[in-house]
């Protein structure tokens, strides 16, 4: 028990492992390629964020240079007006253009000349002699605009249109800044001042704890673009997805382990259930008739080991039967069966001194050495001769082995009867069950079922009868269940028959009840 559990142990940590290590390794190189992604996306972004700057800066020079042609004395007559609406219309990151004298918009795309608005001072004067503002009102009190005076000439830019793009990337901050100041001209996200340093680079990147930094600077015009990007929040992407990754991972391992643990524990604890149920007794035979074809008279029975308690089913044989020969105690259940038929089979012979128990051993019973012994203590003990003794072997346990042919030659010596069980469901040819020297053949119920259905099992079923026939082998069919089936079987001269159709398995009680009717009945 505690070795199976450590075993257990063991192996889920091992699953544990297998799935955490693998998930940790890409978490690993994910997070190192992102830090190399993260300083050329930054790059990129800041290229980006440059371009739309100098196009804004393209259009600022261009529409100021036109303004500024106007003719000085009468700027904001109905032509001056029309051409700064028309230079509004046509150019896409200006908001607004107009004509200034010192700080006073006198005249403008939005207020045509009715409306003044007061610029105020300007903030900085540019390399190129631009007088820029940042926080202009204009219309609405709330909205804040980037104002460049060149001349006369008046562009407004609102606050963040030249930036707009980087909304799609949240956890980046992006800005302009002018070259020579070491200003901030307009932001998107937050970008600390200190980042923007004057260089005569085009481009730089550099790294400040886990932020990404890249600066390029404009060749044509007094700006440069800085990205930030954050990679903490970048990072913390990557580390929900590893925590999203790791539970998995460990949900996964720990109900794989759960599995593995109720597996071994079912395997550790069934054949101790199986040992002490045969201790309290909680084993015992139901018989199936096995009748002769021809008159349909009972001449023997198929033994059959049930596990029940107190006349409850514990489990099926289908199921406990594999367990234990998983487990090694098949043996201890032929042994018990044996031991039980002793007692049975007294009875029984009192009816019927010839009937015939056909007892089914399991391939590890074969290689026992003792196993002829104790059929011999059977029929000792029980008073059958041994050649009412069937024992029921499958066709895999005695094809398998050498050794299965020696065990079965000492059977045949103590003059018992072998058994090929559930012909044909097996790999065996016949030819290598004749090599076996057995004699009788159990037709698998599978074959009796398909008489009749004009399939191909069905014709098979003719040809082992003829074969088994040819080589002098009694035949059983079982699963018979249709009147149709029997006498199939009979016409095909199969001797024996056993199934559904006649009885079901039942407990000695019942069958010592049917045997008597049937020698009252002559
Ligand atoms: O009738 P039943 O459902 O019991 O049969 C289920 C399976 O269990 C069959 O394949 C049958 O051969 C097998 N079986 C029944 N009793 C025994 C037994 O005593 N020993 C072995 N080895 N198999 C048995
Ligand atoms: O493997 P073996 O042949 O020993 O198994 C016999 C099994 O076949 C038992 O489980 C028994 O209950 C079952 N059995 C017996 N007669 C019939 C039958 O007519 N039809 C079906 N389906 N099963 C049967
Ligand atoms: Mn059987």
């Known amino acids: 028990m505690t070795r199976i559990n450590s075993v257990t142990l063991v192996i889920a940590l091992g699953v544990c492992v297998a799935i955490g290590l693998p998930v940790a390794a890409a978490i690993g190189l994910a997070r190192e390629e992102s830090e190399e992604r993260a300083e050329s996306r930054a790059l990129g972004l800041a290229q980006v964020a440059l371009v739309q700057g100098e196009e804004t800066g393209n259009q600022l020079a261009a529409a100021t240079d036109a303004i500024n042609r106007l003719p000085a004395d009468r700027p904001c007559d109905r032509e001056g007006v029309d051409l700064m609406r028309q230079i509004d219309l046509e150019s896409t990151l200006l908001q607004a253009v107009g004509w200034a004298d010192g700080n006073v918009m006198r005249c403008s795309s939005i207020g045509g ?194 596990w029940s308690d107190r006349g409850n089913l514990r489990m099926s044989p289908d199921q406990f039967i594999p367990l ?33 128990f056909a007892v089914n051993i399991s391939s590890q019973d074969i290689h026992r050495a003792d196993l002829a012994e104790r059929l011999n203590f059977l029929i000792r003990r029980s008073g059958l001769d041994a050649g009412q003794i069937v024992v029921e072997v499958t066709e895999r346990s005695v094809v398998d082995a050498e050794r299965a042919e020696a065990t079965l030659g000492l059977l045949r010596a103590t003059g018992v009867k072998v058994a090929v069980d559930d012909f044909g469901t097996g790999y065996s040819s016949l030819a290598s069950v004749a090599k076996m020297k057995l004699d009788l053949l159990k037709i698998d119920k599978l074959f009796v079922g398909a008489i009749g259905t004009n399939s191909e099992v069905g014709r098979v079923t003719n040809k082992i009868v003829d074969l088994a026939k040819h080589l002098h082998l009694g035949i059983i069919a079982e699963g018979i269940e249709t009147r149709e089936q029997a006498e199939a079987l009979r016409s095909m001269g199969v001797e024996y028959g056993q199934g559904y159709y006649f009885a079901r398995p039942m407990i000695p009680h019942d069958l010592l009840q049917k045997l008597r009717k049937q020698r009252d009945e002559g």
Do not use: C
């Open 113 to 306: 000349s009715e409306r003044l608005f007061d610029l105020g001072e300007p903030e900085m004067t540019s390399s190129l002699q631009a007088r820029i503002r940042r926080n202009v009102v204009l219309l609405d009190p709330s909205d804040r605009y980037f104002v460049v005076q060149r001349g006369h000439g008046v562009a407004v830019i609102h606050q963040q249109l030249a930036l707009s793009f980087v909304k799609d990337y949240p956890s980046m901050s992006v800005a302009l800044f002018s070259k020579s100041k070491g200003e901030i001209l307009m932001q998107r996200g937050d970008v600390p001042r200190r980042y923007v340093r004057s260089s005569q680079l085009p481009y730089e990147t550099f790294r400040d704890g886990n932020r990404q930094i890249a600066i390029v600077r404009s060749p044509k015009y007094d700006i440069g673009a800085i990205v930030v990007q954050s990679n903490a929040s970048f990072y913390s992407y990557v580390n929900r997805a590893a925590l999203i990754l790791i539970s998995i991972g460990l949900i996964v391992g720990v109900f794989l382990s759960l599995l593995l643990i109720d597996g071994a524990r079912r395997w550790t604890s069934w054949p101790a259930l199986i040992r002490s149920g045969l201790k309290r007794g909680e084993f015992e035979l139901h018989y199936q008739p096995v009748v002769r074809l021809e008159d349909e008279k009972i001449v023997g029975a198929e033994v059959l080991v049930r």
């Open 324 to 356: 234990a020969e998983d487990a090694g105690i098949i043996t201890l259940i032929t042994d018990k069966v044996l031991d039980l038929l002793v007692a049975d089979a007294q009875a029984i012979l009192k009816i019927d001194p010839k009937f015939h």
